[in-house]
Nanobody
Framework: VQLQASGGGLVQAGSSLTLSCKAS????????VGWFRQAPEKEREFVAT????????FESNSVRGRFAISRDNAKNTVYLHMNDLKSEDTAIYYC?????????????????????WGQGTLVTVSS
């Protein structure tokens, strides 16, 4: 399975944007998927994750209430719906997959390695 993130762009503060993480290959529905972001000169951080079944999600405190994650296994795609964007949301957004929902939810740089990473998509929020 390979992951490809897309949907980034330049938007104004307060607007909305939806990112997509599309998987190629078989077995995507067996993975939990997460979104991460890395702002300039900052470490990569966890944003949101969703179980393989889509039955459970978890978001970081910094985006909870503004961002939502969803998935369509028939399309092999996970989405990150971002609302009320702020300048501090500016970052490169990455998607990743792992067989463990908990591993994604608790991921921190250097803690452990997730099984799959996609390339990033840049989101720039102008104030």
């Amino acid at each position: 399975v390979q992951l490809q993130a897309s949907g980034g762009g330049l938007v104004q503060a307060g607007s909305s944007l939806t990112l997509s993480c599309k998987a190629s290959g078989r077995g995507f529905s067996n993975y939990a998927v997460g979104w991460f972001r890395q702002a300039p000169e900052k470490e990569r951080e966890f944003v949101a994750t969703i179980r393989f079944s889509g039955g459970a999600t978890f978001e970081s405190n910094s985006v909870r209430g503004r961002f939502a994650i969803s998935r369509d296994n028939a399309k092999n795609t996970v989405y990150l719906h971002m609302n009320d964007l702020k300048s501090e949301d500016t970052a490169i957004y990455y998607c990743a997959a792992d067989s463990s929902f908990a591993a994604i939810r608790t991921w921190k740089p250097g803690k452990h390695t997730l099984q799959l990473w996609g390339q990033g998509t840049l989101v720039t929020v102008s104030s």
